[in-house]
């Protein structure tokens, strides 16, 4: 019950009955095709106001909600009753909507709902008694849009707000009806409307439903009323602007101000985008002009408004979100936002307006400090609906401000987004502060992760390079390429990032800074920053990466493994990244630059270095002399590793351009000039001084196809060819260099036969005609080496190619035994050529060379007969099985890999006659051959298994009787190896694995759970990992009696085995396993329509 004496509130069905009966349309009355329509309105407005008039007098149920009207109307500062009806009108729907707000008020504080029964089922909350129903609503909103209808949007000055004639074909009957002759002003009327209507929105409910649907009518009135200028040279609009007070306007344009704080941002900065319009335009054709111009007062004050807008907190996001929700964004726009997402320009127009400081801001610098981070911010958006169009009015706002002021930029944007990166750097300027205690994080997973995100949408995605974002990343590359090494190493979301990150930037920055980077990255440079000794990368639990303080570690030995590890890996991981960025030749130029920075340690090393120091008493002097000694040697021994690297993973495609080419030729032939300077004689040298001639006869010789610029490039050869044949001692060299200099010098118009030759020794073709000089070479002269040589050079073949029987150093008088051995091996590699007796006994004598290389190579030798079955060594297969048997002895890794790779070879031509003393030889007591020796035996077993393939079957008995035998020798490391072999073995055998999977199976799980040395352990489990894997969906199949066995194997080592990588193994294999069931229990679905013919 209601407290005495207070008002009792009216039923809302009430209201909104007499608001339905105001709004009642025209009855049959009007027929008459001489009525017009703004008659019909008058006549219905009459109507209804009568209607509702006759209502309240007549029904006494009327008689609270015409007490309250009566109430209401009386205590209204603004005049009611007018002659014109349209006015008479809108007063009573203001009225009745004040009545509506006052009972919905009461009616919620008279609720009190009933406190919840526990004893009942859960039931929804009781609806509160305010709450209009779906019909009252939109009864509302019908009375809402005829106050605006009649009572705002006809008083707007011209080109204020949209006209209603613009909207419907009712709004220009509805602007004939109003008589702005009759009292009160209009401009009276629209400020009552407004402030009405502004004091109905205090209520939630209906708030949401005037200021949602009419607030931009409602701000186009209050500007106007508040801010138009009394004195306005139109007389056509005077009688809209007179006749207010000025506290009537400073009331307006505080409820302007109330309004813009208090509605949806992003609808405030929309409605007056709308209501600001188009700039003037000159138009010559008056008949052109659709529309009035917004006035320059209204312009102004919008620009104002919005610019506030702007500067509040998340401004940017609501300037952002005004501007694109309507193009397809936000919670609305559905599939539009795909299309939305295209529509870049719009994206650049919101940039454009955020890059500009507005008149508000007391200074650029305080304007930046305020925005950036909110612009970064907008990189952060989570709703996938919005975050194309978010992130690309952030990138190109990044980029622009970037552009036009790149020192507050790099102060409020560059330096957030790279802060973390900044962190753990080895120059770091807050390391003094971080907490050194092992395991504690230096920067954090979240922070890494957005710092990334944020790189590489704004540098790569933006792909907009200036100086100003290449010098800000520049210093922070090496520790992306240090995430980046991380990555490679472990599954991470990071690493397309940092892979993205470093192309683009070796892509945009100028190919000698490019070069500087790629030395610095690989550690030639020492003066790029780098990650600080004392962090290291670690994955984290949400399965990013965090910076955490380095564990130290006492064992100088594992430290020093890692960090070569490191480098390698470096190397390795560097040359696979420039691999992705072939076609822009910056591989090879960096290939180049490490030959050169050979050359270069080598002519500097005597003067960097100072005199040996030795023989004087200052043993501060002989310390600096040795740590610089050692940093120049491990320079060049690392220029060595990258050039290695190089070469073994880009061979064939390093070099794009015949520029490259000369290049590399010159930085060899440097290096020649220099070895005959500091008379070093080196056969290595020698044969790259003979390849890059080649090289360069090749190019001359027509392997490419050459314009006149490229002699411009070629002719940089000039000194340097002049020098080698004047200087070189071997006479060959000096004439080729010396026809060489005379080819280039006359841009290919005279060639020798030398040249010819050389050529055709590069190409690796069968002797041939020569070619006459001025006579076009014939078809039957194509090669597919040119072809090579081409793809090289990025150009097209150019079969036609001269050849001649090329010179070979044995045939040279004075060479070396290594240079006549190395020109065999060299003959035997071009093809399958008959080996005369004399010059397979000298390399078989050379396999007893006391001199390493020498013996190495002539196993190289004999191994590639072998396999290129030449005769004389298939006659001979017992004398070449004890030699290399006996040089499996050697000590030296070159020397008995050499021997390994030949028995395999041998053993793999005639298996029936090898196979069986191999195998004896492996299964032999423990006593009678050294261990290493049975290992190297075993080595070769696994390639022979390898290189059987699927004819392995065909010894398989023999095979697995020696391997299970094996696996209970009383060696561990005899066992470790039985095992592996076992493996490659099962891994072949699929099927054939039968008879005997259940002795394999034993043996394997007896060794898994009972012997006691852990790399025995690790590779039994290796066992059924490789068996699995080469089982795959046969496993079910071939494994069906054994696999319950394995699978509580697996279990048992995961559960109970102490060693890390022993139950690494196991989980390999439980993954294995678990993928073959699931495709076992779960066969992929394959659609297949079956046409079946009848009869």
Not at 626 to 635: D, N, W
Request: glycine letters at 4%.
């Amino acid at each position: 019950m209601a407290a005495a004496g207070a008002p009792e509130p009216v039923a809302l069905e009430r209201v909104a009955g007499a608001l339905s009966l105001l709004l009642s349309p025209a009855g049959s009355d009007f027929s008459s095709l001489q009525i017009t329509k703004h008659d019909v309105l008058l006549d219905t407005l009459k109507s209804n106001l009568s209607a509702l008039e006759k209502k309240f007098e007549e029904d006494p149920q009327w008689k609270e909600l015409k007490n309250l009207r009566d109430e209401i109307a009386s205590r209204a500062e603004w005049p009611q009753d007018s002659v014109d009806v349209t006015w008479a009108f809108i007063s009573q729907l203001l009225v009745l909507l004040l009545c509506l707000k006052q009972s919905m008020v009461l009616l919620a504080a008279h609720f009190q709902p009933s406190e919840p029964n526990p004893r009942t089922a859960e039931a929804a909350p009781a609806l509160s008694p305010d709450t209009l129903s779906i019909s009252q609503q939109k009864t509302v909103q019908s009375a809402l849009q005829f106050v605006v209808s009649l009572g705002i949007c006809p008083f707007l000055l011209a080109g204020v707000g949209i006209p209603l004639r613009c909207r419907t074909e009712f709004g220009a009957v509805i602007q004939d009806v109003i008589s702005l002759a009759a009292a009160p002003p209009p401009t009276h009327r629209l400020y009552a409307s407004c402030i009405v209507l502004l004091d109905i929105a205090k209520h939630a409910s209906l708030g949401s439903l005037i200021l949602s649907r009419h607030f931009g009518d409602i701000a186009a009135g209050l500007c106007q009323l508040g801010y138009c200028p009394m004195r306005r040279k139109d007389p056509s609009s005077k009688c809209l602007q007179e006749g207010l007070k000025e506290e009537d306007r400073s009331q307006a344009r505080k409820a302007l101000q109330n309004i813009l704080d208090q509605v949806y941002q992003p609808l405030v900065v929309r409605e007056l985008i709308i209501l600001q319009g188009k700039p003037p335009q000159m138009c010559s054709d008056m008949k052109t002009q659709t529309s009035v111009q917004t006035p320059a007062w209204l312009r102004r004050l919008c620009g104002q408004l919005l610019s506030e807008r702007l500067m509040r907190p998340h401004g940017v996001q609501a300037v952002v979100r005004g501007i694109l929700e309507g193009a397809g964004a936000g919670a609305a726009g559905g599939a539009g936002a795909e299309a939305a997402a295209a529509d870049w320009k719009k994206c650049d127009m919101v940039a454009k307006i955020l890059v500009s400081c507005p008149q508000q801001s007391i200074s650029l610098k305080d304007y930046y400090q305020q925005i950036c981070p909110q612009i970064l911010d907008l990189l952060h958006i989570q709703d996938k609906l919005v975050a194309r169009q978010f992130q690309r009015v952030a990138t190109t706002t990044f980029l622009t401000m970037t552009r036009e002021h790149p020192q507050l930029a790099t102060e409020y944007l560059l330096q957030p987004v790279l802060e973390p990166i900044h962190q753990c750097r080895c120059t770091a300027e807050g390391s003094s502060e971080w907490d050194l205690s092992p395991g504690s994080i230096v920067v954090k997973e979240e922070e890494l992760s957005r710092s990334l995100e944020d790189m590489f949408k704004v540098f790569v995605v933006g792909n907009q390079p200036c100086a100003a974002l290449l010098e800000s990343l520049l210093p922070d590359l090496g520790i992306v390429f240090s995430l980046y090494c991380f990555t490679r190493q472990n599954v991470s979301p990071l690493r397309s990032f940092c892979q993205e990150i470093l192309l683009w930037m070796l892509e945009k920055l100028e190919r000698k800074a490019a070069l500087a980077v790629l030395k610095g990255l690989v550690g030639l440079d020492k003066s790029m920053p780098s990650l600080h000794p004392l962090c290291e990368f670690r994955a984290a639990g949400q399965g990013g990466t965090m910076v955490t303080v380095k564990e130290t570690s006492s064992d100088e030995d594992e430290v020093l493994y890692q960090r070569v590890a490191s480098e390698q890996d470096q190397i390795e991981f560097l040359v696979d990244l420039l691999s992705q960025r072939q076609d822009c030749g910056l591989a090879g130029d960096f290939f180049i630059c490490c030959l050169e920075e050979l050359t270069y340690v080598a002519m500097e090393n005597e003067a960097k270095l100072p005199p040996n120091p030795l023989t004087h008493t200052n043993l501060l002097a002989q310390e600096e002399y040795q740590i610089c000694f050692v940093e120049e040697q491990a320079k060049k021994l690392l220029t060595l590793q990258v050039v290695a690297v190089l070469c073994e993973r880009m061979s064939e495609t390093i070099f794009t351009s015949i520029t490259q080419v000369v290049e590399f030729v010159a930085a060899t032939l440097k290096r020649a000039c220099l070895s005959l300077t500091q008379e070093l004689e080196s056969t290595v040298e020698a044969q790259t001084l003979s390849m890059a001639m080649g090289l360069v006869a090749a190019i001359l010789g027509g392997a490419v196809q050459l314009k006149s610029s490229d002699f411009d490039v070629l002719k940089k050869l000039g000194p340097l060819l002049e020098d080698i044949s004047s200087t070189y001692p071997e006479p060959v060299i000096q004439e080729l260099a010396a026809d060489l200099h005379i080819t280039i010098s006359t841009h290919g118009a005279f060639s020798t036969d030398v040249v010819s030759a050389a050529a055709e020794a590069t190409l690796k073709k069968e002797p041939g005609q020569v070619r006459v000089q001025g006579q076009p070479p014939s078809r039957s002269q194509r090669s597919s080496e040119a072809d090579e040589i081409q793809t090289h050079l990025g150009q097209q073949p150019q079969r036609e190619i001269p050849c001649a029987t090329p010179p070979t150093s044995s045939q040279t008088p004075g060479a070396s035994p290594r240079q006549r051995l190395s020109a065999e091996r060299t003959a035997a590699s071009e093809g399958p050529r008959s080996t005369s007796p004399e010059q397979f006994q000298e390399v078989l004598l050379s396999a007893y060379d006391p001199e390493i290389p020498t013996r190495a190579a002539a196993l190289r030798t004999l191994s590639c007969w072998i396999e290129q079955r030449d005769p004389q060594a298939l006659r001979t297969q017992e004398k070449l099985l004890k030699v290399f048997l006996e040089n499996m002895e050697h000590e030296d890794t070159f020397v008995y890999l050499s021997a390994i790779q030949g028995v395999a070879l041998l053993a793999d031509a005639y298996p029936e006659e090898i196979l069986p003393s191999l195998l004896a030889q492996y299964g032999s007591n423990p006593g009678k051959y050294p261990p290493q020796t049975r290992m190297k035996v075993g080595e070769v077993l696994m390639r022979i298994v390898r290189a059987l393939g699927d004819m392995v079957s065909k010894y398989q008995d023999p095979l697995i009787h020696t391997f299970l035998r094996g696996a209970k020798d009383t060696d561990s490391s005899h066992r470790a190896s039985s095992l592996s072999n076992l493996g490659e073995l099962c891994q072949r055998l699929r099927f054939l694995l039968g008879p005997v999977i259940h002795e394999v199976t034993s043996c394997l799980i007896a060794i898994a759970k009972t012997d006691p040395v852990v790399q025995v352990r690790r590779a039994a489990i290796h066992v059924v990992v490789l068996l699995l894997r080469g089982l795959s969906q046969q496993a079910t199949e071939v494994l069906r009696d054994v696999l319950k066995d394995l699978y509580h194997l697996l279990k048992h080592v995961v559960r109970f085995e102490p060693d890390e990588a022993a139950k690494l193994h196991a989980q390999l294999a439980l993954e294995e396993l678990d993928e073959i069931m699931r495709n076992f229990l779960f066969p992929p679905q394959k659609l297949e329509k079956k046409i079946v013919v009848l009869p």
